[in-house]
């Protein structure tokens, strides 16, 4: 690929300084607006993670002292904890849905299409109704899955799905996985597009059954689309906020708790934005540490 | 005979993935359907009903009488639409421009593009506003817009990145030798080609955009400004949830988002040839 | 690794200049004078005014005339919620009254309302006036932002309400807040199912157990809706059960050194019988550790448990949802064990220093706190009336409102700590986690960390 740009380069000897522009000329207005907009905000987030401050007149500088008191809290780290099972297993089941709906659908079948479209449905509501919707459905009183549970035999007595330490890490998660799935399929789904039907069909004669298509062929090459894919869905879901807080507010005896939820409330409830700053900052690095991760797992081998 | 035998477990494989999938989908929103025609009273009973006993659409009338619904759709629908078209072309550029040239600087402009998504949005509010502030951009639809390109060019980009890589470099240099400039070799050549990448990743804006609350919430002062999602999360009262109006509002709030998907799939749903490039 | 270093470069001079560009906060400016360019000369002396001390601006605010078009901006989650059209009849009347008048609502959902203040504050780009939540009032007082209303209100004003509504509307002293109505906590009960009891009254925490015990039966009917999610709604009931048995959760020693009675053994003792009401007693409907307010109203309106520890406002809601309940409920103040208690919930809007105008806000605040209105407003949304002489009225000699009237003799003082949320949240975790099977040693140890933490943290 590299030796490839080379030889283009070659191509037009006389355009030499031009093409040593284009490239620049391709990303300018992304690299504007992100610098226009984001870095000032990152910026001003790691800025106040140095002061203790009420973000209004009062400031002063606190050094490292925020650090050292949220890393010397165990209930920071227990939900940065916390935050990684959730992240991992919502991020795992959107995956193996959404891949395995992808293939189901981007077969030419009669219905296909409808079934496309209910399948995308649970990612076009917003976050808070569908928290709503489902602390209702798994109410204990008269919810929806405990009345079919309960008429079919299936349970003895109500379940409090989302009040059991047993149950509720399990509901969150799963509800977050319903939530999010679509995203994967439909870019599961968009990258099928680009792999060549010809390839399938060479692997297939050579005997090649569905198992090896999906982990030599298919996966491959959609890996490029998948790993931008995985990589975000992870970061998004290791800061998610709203499904989890209106479901359980990280209880019940914190089983739920995800760091988002303490930033909040240390920045908006106890008005400790210094330190909530902090925690931010923790979460930042993480996140970039995580991505550098998948980059260097899924970078191409070329 | 055993290709008809493989053929007919992928079948069953197939449509009973999508069944049960389609179940667990559709009893929350069926569920939602129902509240929303439910009247008020009725949205509490015990035990829950499928079908209300007395079926109203008054929700759905209280949603453009009785609350700015239409000021409501009216903002989204300018924001979202602007925001994904700009996001999306612009995207498009950078994931042309990463993939067909070499030039300093190339990995540090995709680490700097991601590194946006990785800090926790609670501690942006803050900044957010100050730099919209700075620009005179507060309570506008302009800023509303330009926070949600910086929200959506990231993931955008880099799945464009993702796409324009499948695409080998030969076509491009193909047509450049054939006496296309670089610019029609990207419009004409290339990005054809990326066109499911582009409408999934147009989708995404549009789902993201449309649905974004917080931002939203804290940028626009203006009832007439406000957004949709906005005006759904209102009906999330602290003291009370209007059941059936937040259902109905959610509901209405989706059928642009239906419309938008069904539009845009057909670009990544052409069949397993359609879009393929034959190398 | 020159080429990272150049970008990081780039991105932080940016940064830098962003960072002094916003410290300056030019466009606020601009916008601003802006507005006062279509003022009077006298009015630009009146900013300058406002900008150095907030006692000047007393004296700018008398000379405003009348026919001088004033716009005030108020910051509101009512607005958001069912009582919106309650509030903006009150202000649509106010403007027909006062023709130069004009009154703009910026419409905030109540949990967003207190970082929606901050960020503005952070622009300087406040409001006239906000909506306060008390749990918000002591980060107000140390931010500055909140002017004391008193001299723009009257002695007239103040004097038609209880001294200690005043004192919840304050914070070391200065009055945050105009009150405009109140929210006390109290029990309410079905008056119908106490009628089938071998019980006529809730007096002691004892009373309360076993009519809560007498209420349920176990299958589809319980005592006592308990707010068992560790959120600010239930804390706040939960803050109320402990003070009844004497708990003072922070307070200030003779010293004046913050000290708190959360390690105290009538604090554990509160907070086992607390959670015994679910775990030994069975009063409490399934699934205490999810239930919320909005659930356990609902648990209430459908006839599922008997008792509820709430403000007032619930009386509303629970009605609404269930109209036969209509005369079939009753209110006592908070049992007593060692005391009877409330929190008052005195609420209101607070007039920021950014207000041009707070003697035409502090009128208009006035309004809205008068007799007529507020009884207007009690009667469609259960939030009660701070002035005395409103609060005889017929309305509330009723057994539903009993309690709630009753109670505000017994009213204790909001503690002005400026960690108490994080006080509370404290009381959160341990209830929250003993109704999920934590041991009481283990919650009462958990406590003591973070609460000592916590104190040793504001006396650095």
């Known amino acids: 690929m590299k030796t490839k740009s080379h030889k283009q380069e070659q191509f037009q000897p006389s355009k030499m300084s031009l093409s040593e522009l284009t490239p620049y000329l391709f990303i300018f207005p992304v690299l504007l607006l992100l610098v226009m907009l984001v870095v000032y905000p990152l910026s001003y987030g790691v800025y106040i993670s140095f002061f203790d401050t009420d973000l209004g007149k009062n400031w002063s500088f606190a050094g490292f002292r925020n650090y050292l008191v949220i890393f010397t809290q165990d209930n920071f780290l227990k939900n940065i904890w916390v935050t990684f099972k959730f992240a991992f297993l919502v991020v795992a089941g959107h995956f193996v849905i959404g891949i395995l709906l992808g293939l189901a659908l981007n077969q030419k079948k009669r219905g296909t299409t409808v079934f496309r479209t209910i399948l995308v449905l649970p990612w076009l509501f917003p976050d808070v109704v569908i928290a709503l919707i489902f602390k209702w459905l798994a109410n204990p009183m008269y919810g929806l899955f405990n009345s079919f549970l309960l008429e079919h035999g299936l349970i003895e007595k109500q379940i409090s799905w989302l009040g059991s330490t047993q149950w509720a890490f399990a509901v969150v998660v799963l509800v977050c996985i319903w939530k999010g799935y679509p995203m994967v399929l439909v870019n599961v789904l968009a990258a099928l597009q680009s792999v060549s039907s010809d390839i399938l069909e060479a692997a297939r004669v050579d005997g090649a059954n569905a198992v090896q298509l999906l982990f030599r062929i298919i996966l491959p090459a959609i890996k490029p689309v998948l790993a931008t894919t995985v990589i975000l869905d992870v970061v998004w879901w290791f800061k998610h906020y709203t499904i989890v807080e209106l479901l359980t507010s990280g209880g019940p005896n914190s089983v739920t708790s995800i760091v988002s939820i303490g930033i909040y409330k240390e920045a908006f409830q106890y008005f400790k934005f210094g330190r909530a700053a902090a925690m931010a900052v923790v979460v930042f690095v993480i996140c970039y540490l995580i991505s550098k991760v998948f980059r260097k797992v899924l970078s191409d081998d070329e | ?279 | 690794m020159k080429k990272k270093l150049l970008s990081i470069l780039l991105s932080a001079s940016m940064a830098a200049t962003l960072l002094t560009g916003c410290g300056g906060g030019q466009p606020a400016e601009s916008q601003g004078s802006d507005a006062a360019e279509e003022n009077t000369a006298e009015d630009d002396s009146q900013n300058a005014g406002s900008a150095e001390t907030s006692g000047d601006t007393a004296e700018a605010g008398d000379t405003a005339s009348s026919d001088e078009e004033i716009t005030l901006r108020i910051m509101s989650s009512i607005q958001t919620e069912g009582e919106a059209s309650l509030e903006s009849a009150m202000a649509e009347q106010y403007m027909a009254d006062h023709p130069n008048i004009k009154i703009e609502y910026i419409a905030v959902a109540n949990n967003d309302l207190n970082a929606q203040i901050i960020t503005l504050n952070s622009s300087d780009d406040l409001p006239d006036a906000f909506y306060m939540n008390t749990a918000f009032m002591p980060q107000a007082k140390s931010m500055g932002i909140v002017i004391d209303p008193t001299e723009y209100l009257g002695d007239d004003f103040l004097n038609s309400m209880d001294p200690s509504i005043i004192e919840y509307a304050s914070t070391d002293g200065q009055l945050m807040v105009v009150p405009w109505f109140m929210v006390p906590i109290a029990l309410i009960y079905r008056a119908d199912w106490m009628g089938e009891t071998d019980y006529d009254t809730i007096e002691t925490m004892e009373d309360f157990r076993n009519v809560g015990k007498a209420f349920t039966n176990g299958t589809d009917r319980w005592g006592f809706a308990l707010v068992g999610l560790q959120n600010g709604s239930g804390e706040a009931r939960f803050s109320q059960y402990v003070k009844a048995f004497g708990v003072d959760e922070i307070y200030q020693d003779d010293s004046g050194a913050w000290v708190s009675d959360l390690t105290e053994d009538k604090y554990r003792t509160a907070l086992q019988t607390f959670v015994d009401l679910d775990l030994v007693d069975g009063i409490v409907p399934p699934g205490a550790t999810e239930t919320g307010y909005p659930e356990a109203v609902t648990y209430f309106a459908n006839e599922q448990a008997g008792m509820i520890i709430s403000g007032s406002n619930a009386l509303g809601a629970i009605v609404s949802q269930n109209p036969e309940l209509d005369g079939k409920l009753a209110s006592v103040p908070i049992p007593s064990q060692d005391r009877h208690v409330t929190n008052l919930q005195v609420s209101g809007y607070s007039i920021t220093t950014a207000c041009e105008h707070p003697q035409e806000m502090a009128d208009f605040l006035k309004y809205m706190a008068d007799k007529e209105n507020a009884i207007t407003f009690a009667a469609e949304t259960g939030r009660m009336p701070v002035a005395s002489d409103a609060l005889e009225d017929e309305m509330f000699d009723t057994p539903a409102y009993q309690g709630f009237v009753d109670c505000i003799q017994y009213a204790l003082p909001y503690p002005t700590y400026s960690g108490y949320s994080e006080v509370q949240d404290i009381m959160g975790e341990s209830y929250n986690s003993m109704l999920s099977g934590v041991s009481i040693d283990d919650a009462m140890a958990q406590v003591e960390s973070r609460i000592n933490t916590l104190l040793a943290e504001t006396t650095e």
């Open chain 2, 1 to 279: 005979m055993n290709k008809k035998r493989s053929g007919m477990i992928n079948n069953v494989l197939t449509y009973g993935a999508c069944l049960i999938g389609s179940i667990f989908v559709l009893v929350p929103v069926l569920w939602m359907v129902s509240t929303s025609l439910k009247t008020e009273p009725e949205t509490f009973a015990i035990p829950p009903r499928w079908i209300p006993e007395t079926v109203t659409l008054d929700s759905y009338r209280a949603m453009w009488v009785d609350y700015p619904f239409l000021y409501y759709f009216r903002n989204s629908i300018i924001v979202t639409l602007a925001a994904v078209a700009i996001s999306v072309s612009i995207s498009c550029l950078t994931g042309y421009g990463v993939t067909r040239f070499r030039f300093k600087g190339k990995e540090s402009f995709l680490g700097f593009v991601l590194l946006t998504q990785m800090f926790p949005s609670v501690m942006l509010l803050v900044p957010y506003y100050k730099v919209l502030n700075t620009y005179g951009l507060n309570n506008t639809l302009i800023g509303l817009g330009l926070v949600y390109i910086s929200f959506t060019v990231p993931f955008c980009s880099w799945m464009m990145v993702g796409y324009f890589k499948t695409v080998p470099l030969e076509l491009d240099e193909a047509a450049i030798i054939d006496g296309c400039s670089r610019w029609q070799a990207f419009t004409r050549i290339t990005l054809p080609i990326v066109i499911p990448g582009v409408s999934s990743s147009a989708i995404y804006a549009f789902v993201t955009c449309w649905n974004e609350y917080m931002f939203a919430n804290l940028l626009m002062a203006d009832e007439k400004l406000k957004t949709v999602s906005v005006g759904i999360a209102e009906l999330n009262g602290y003291y009370k949830i209007m059941w059936n109006d937040l259902m109905a509002s959610s509901v209405v709030a989706s059928i642009p988002l239906v419309i938008g998907f069904i539009f845009l799939q057909k670009y990544f749903i052409g069949g397993l040839t359609a879009g393929a490039v034959k190398s």
